[in-house]
DNA sequence: CCGGAAATGTTATTATTTTCACAGGGGGGT
DNA sequence: ACCCCCCTGTGAAAATAATAACATTTCCGG
């Protein structure tokens, strides 16, 4: 049981997209060096990643497609499906509900919430909005695990903290700014400026 | 000239916007002690983060708010504004386009593009939809030096490009795969699936 | 059945990033 | 003017992560 890096389950993910995309294609056996290159990484990281979880391939062989994404699926916590709420009607949470990527990899979006009453009763792409008063008791009665938060940063931190008292295990948000949650509740942010930041960073980055 | 981790380009932005909200308060100074509390993170690591750029505080005293934010915002090349073009103007890309984040931070987003002759000729928050043809002839002729990308990954690589062949410096990637760029064009990809497996991993994680 | 090519798993090395500790500069009170 | 507290900047140490190198295993052809 040692620590592992989180770029590694970044990777993870990834490699496993890639070869759900062989396996697709009917290819049955891979090599690290073609996962590298489908992946823009490099061979040596593949086969470590890989390594912190066991042996998956054959030497002089390779890793079998099926095998192999399978097991990545399991490592990543995807052989059970995951109960989801998004909250927030807007573009983004509408964008988030639409998301077939997420319905494909085992995450079931079972409402939105709003506090739009002319939005409340419908639904996005099946899935009915909710008033923003009945998250508690969906979150608890549902027993979802997961919270996407899509609202305007002025309510973030106030809205996780509701899903955190309704007993949820994970928030991925969207809100641009940072959040506190108690440790055990497991937190990502998705900062849309920060990655532009980086770039702009990047382009004028001939002076440091 | 030495190298500057990403992680610190992506923490000063997180500064920036930290120091920015204690400037509309009218807070006139601060401590790596205070950013580091309102941003989850350690004042070593503020002030190692800013020391790569310089001396930007006083001993004894902490930093001036504004001229800190003032400093933050041009190593982040924030300092001029930035031309943006958004690609596919579904629900993820409509959210970007509204996003007030953006224009607040110097990116001005002049177009959207899109394929679906219904959504040409329409606007989203003021910014016009154009057709996907003109993307190239537009990039060209505006000056576009950002594209951000929020089409099916069926079309990412495609529109990525494109968008290079016109003569864009840098991509924000929202489509769920491996986008491949010369190496002069900078990019991004934004993994919303990715950021998902990482919190179930994260759950599950007690195995390993 | 043997030898070579191929590709993994693993250990060692190198590079990078974070954390720690403290010296140095600054301001305010007496 | 001096002392003491405060907080930055920084060099060293520790922790973490990426890369490289290689020993081992497998397959295949002759």
Same mark, same amino acid.
């Given at each position: 049981?040692?620590? @592992?890096?989180?770029?590694?389950? #970044?990777?993870? +993910? %990834?490699?496993?997209?890639?070869? #759900?995309?062989?396996?697709?294609?009917?290819?049955?056996?891979?090599?690290?060096?073609?996962?590298?290159?489908?992946?823009?990484? +490099?061979?040596?990281?593949?086969?470590?990643?890989l390594a912190?979880?066991? &042996?998956?391939?054959?030497?002089?062989? #390779?890793?079998?497609? &099926?095998?192999?994404?399978?097991?990545?699926?399991? @490592?990543? #916590?995807? +052989?059970?499906r995951w109960?989801?709420?998004? @909250?927030?009607?807007?573009?983004?949470?509408? !964008?988030?509900?639409?998301?077939?990527?997420?319905?494909?990899?085992?995450?079931?979006?079972?409402?939105?919430?709003?506090?739009? %009453?002319?939005?409340?009763?419908?639904k996005i792409?099946? %899935?009915?909005?909710?008033?923003?008063?009945?998250?508690?008791?969906? =979150?608890?009665?549902?027993?979802?695990?997961?919270?996407?938060?899509?609202?305007?940063?002025?309510?973030?931190?106030? %809205?996780?903290?509701?899903?955190?008292? !309704?007993?949820?295990?994970?928030?991925?948000?969207? !809100?641009?700014?940072?959040? +506190?949650?108690?440790?055990?509740?497991?937190?990502?942010?998705?900062?849309?400026? =920060?990655?532009? &930041?980086?770039?702009?960073?990047?382009?004028? !980055?001939?002076?440091?």
């Open positions: 049981m040692q620590k @592992i890096p989180e770029a590694t389950i #970044g990777r993870l +993910s %990834v490699y496993s997209r890639y070869v #759900g995309s062989l396996e697709k294609k009917g290819i049955l056996t891979v090599s690290s060096a073609e996962i590298a290159e489908g992946v823009n990484g +490099s061979p040596a990281q593949v086969r470590k990643d912190y979880f066991g &042996e998956f391939g054959t030497r002089g062989v #390779g890793y079998n497609v &099926e095998s192999l994404n399978q097991q990545i699926i399991k @490592i990543l #916590g995807l +052989s059970i109960n989801v709420v998004i @909250i927030g009607a807007g573009n983004l949470g509408s !964008a988030l509900t639409q998301y077939k990527g997420f319905q494909n990899r085992g995450f079931n979006t079972l409402a939105v919430f709003d506090n739009d %009453v002319n939005k409340v009763g419908l792409s099946g %899935v009915p909005i909710y008033p923003i008063d009945r998250l508690e008791e969906f =979150v608890k009665k549902e027993n979802i695990q997961i919270g996407i938060v899509a609202v305007p940063f002025q309510y973030a931190q106030e %809205v996780v903290d509701r899903l955190v008292k !309704a007993g949820i295990k994970a928030v991925l948000n969207f !809100a641009p700014c940072v959040i +506190s949650v108690p440790s055990q509740v497991e937190i990502r942010n998705v900062d849309l400026t =920060v990655n532009l &930041e980086i770039l702009t960073f990047n382009m004028g !980055a001939n002076k440091f």
